[in-house]
């Protein structure tokens, strides 16, 4: 079953809580639980950390889910619609190569910037369970199906002659994504420059892909 699929929570229960403090409760123990999880990764993140943070009982957590996968389920989606929308600015016509390698860098950042948790997430679970293994190679699968059709357009160009587009673009999209974790994740200590950050990453596309000689 898809993580679309899975996500609508038990049987029986309404996607969304009618009342308005239902939905200020759930609120907080999402809030809470993209902190832990930003901090200590969805794996270490325990039901009783997440109520701690919220300020809550971990009986309140079951009332909203039935597990951290089942909130994780709820909160893919809405990481995969933000990574869509953004992409939008990519792909508009009458770009140069640098104007679009730096709307890449930048959709890719604020994505993980906005939502952290939830990259964190679906990506450490994507190591132990195949539905969520299934859902990030599909949400990678964007990044990559773009960057290999911008190599394929450079080659036919003479830029990275020989190279495989396939390989290029998942590698580049791998950077993207640990670049992204390291800086914003605590898994560094102080807060990023966003604009350094993009500047970077644009940076290492647009050579790899475009710079003289070859990649």
Not at 10 to 30: L, M, N, S, V
Not at 102 to 110: D, E, L, Q, S, V
Not at 135 to 147: D, G
């Amino acid at each position: 079953m898809s993580i679309a699929a899975q996500s609508g929570g038990r049987p029986g229960r309404p996607a969304e809580f009618p009342t308005h403090r239902g939905r200020q409760t759930q609120a907080t123990i999402d809030a809470a639980a993209r902190t832990v999880v930003a901090r200590k990764g969805i794996l270490a993140t325990t039901i009783a950390d997440i109520a701690v943070e919220a300020g809550r009982s971990a009986a309140s957590f079951y009332n909203y889910y039935d597990s951290k996968e089942a909130m994780v389920r709820e909160w893919a989606l809405r990481f995969r619609d933000e990574a869509n929308q953004r992409a939008l600015a990519v792909t508009q016509h009458g770009l140069s190569n640098r104007e679009r390698a730096h709307r890449f860098a930048a959709a890719h950042w604020h994505t993980y910037r906005n939502r952290l948790a939830e990259a964190i997430s679906v990506s450490q679970l994507a190591m132990i369970n195949d539905d969520f293994a299934q859902f990030w190679a599909e949400t990678c699968e964007m990044a990559i199906s773009f960057i290999a059709e911008s190599v394929r357009r450079a080659q036919a160009q003479g830029h990275c002659a020989g190279d495989d587009p396939r390989l290029i673009a998942e590698a580049i999209v791998a950077m993207l994504n640990h670049f992204c974790y390291t800086q914003l994740s605590g898994a560094r200590s102080g807060e990023p420059d966003d604009d350094a950050c993009i500047q970077t990453l644009a940076n290492i596309y647009y050579r790899a892909i475009y710079s003289q000689g070859g990649c």
